[in-house]
């Protein structure tokens, strides 16, 4: 098989259905590849939407571990060559998976590749084109990147962490290629309840990520002012 979708979920069923049927109805042909959800204990109607589309997922339950444990469940459980990850809040474009898996497909030398994306502005009903020039890995989002699943798997897939895309994506840079695909591919929803939109919890996970990797290290992959804020903090106290 090709490539898996996998969307991880908790008390999203509000989005869920948009991002289902934004999965099963890609471009690639159908038995090329998987739609795989992983619940992550829900306690609202995402068991109801995820009954509906019983034929057309794989869908695996398991009591709340949070999100890279959730992530974690779904590669092992995923078929395909390639995986893409698509928030449960967001959509992915007609052509997304067959895109990103050619460019994969022609560049061996790769263990991904992300492409640009639509941010909508929910509350202002706004849209506009985030295109990423050069690679920084603190503009990437994981919807919008495809992976070689053995890569994740070689390297030891994610880790407990706030910020756990950055440090997995430090982990995979650091042995392979990345290639970008200068093409909106991805619908990300900011809606004031998107799982990174506290900021206290977002300044708490760039403090982890320094004692685990330092500044120098995450400097070299990219500028993130939130990142250089936490670092102005730690250092005055």
Request: hydrophobic share 40%; net charge negative; with cysteine.
């Amino acid at each position: 098989m090709k490539a898996t979708i996998l969307i991880t979920v908790y008390n999203y069923g509000a989005y869920l259905e948009r991002a289902l049927r934004s999965a099963l109805s890609q471009s690639l042909g159908k038995s090329a590849y998987e739609v795989v959800v992983v619940d992550d204990g829900s306690t609202d109607n995402t068991p109801e939407v995820l009954q509906k589309f019983k034929d057309d997922i794989v869908a695996v339950r398991q009591s709340n571990m949070g999100l890279a444990a959730a992530c974690n469940t779904g590669i092992k459980a995923a078929r395909g060559e390639y995986l893409v990850r698509l928030d449960a809040d967001d959509e992915l474009e007609y052509e997304a998976v067959k895109t990103l898996a050619t460019a994969l497909d022609n560049h061996p030398e790769c263990a991904l590749a992300f492409a640009d994306r639509t941010e909508i502005d929910v509350p202002s009903h706004t849209e506009r084109v985030k295109r990423l020039e050069g690679l920084n890995i603190y503009e990437l989002i994981a919807g919008n990147i495809i992976f070689r699943r053995q890569c994740l798997l070689d390297i030891g897939l994610y880790n407990r962490l706030y910020w756990e895309e950055h440090d997995l994506m430090i982990r995979l840079l650091g042995k392979y290629e990345a290639y970008h695909v200068p093409q909106p591919l991805y619908r990300y929803y900011l809606h004031g309840q998107n799982m990174t939109s506290s900021a206290e919890r977002r300044q708490q996970g760039w403090r982890e990520l320094i004692a685990k990797w330092g500044l120098d290290e995450l400097r070299k992959w990219g500028h993130c002012e939130e990142l250089e804020e936490a670092a102005r903090e730690a250092s005055q106290t």
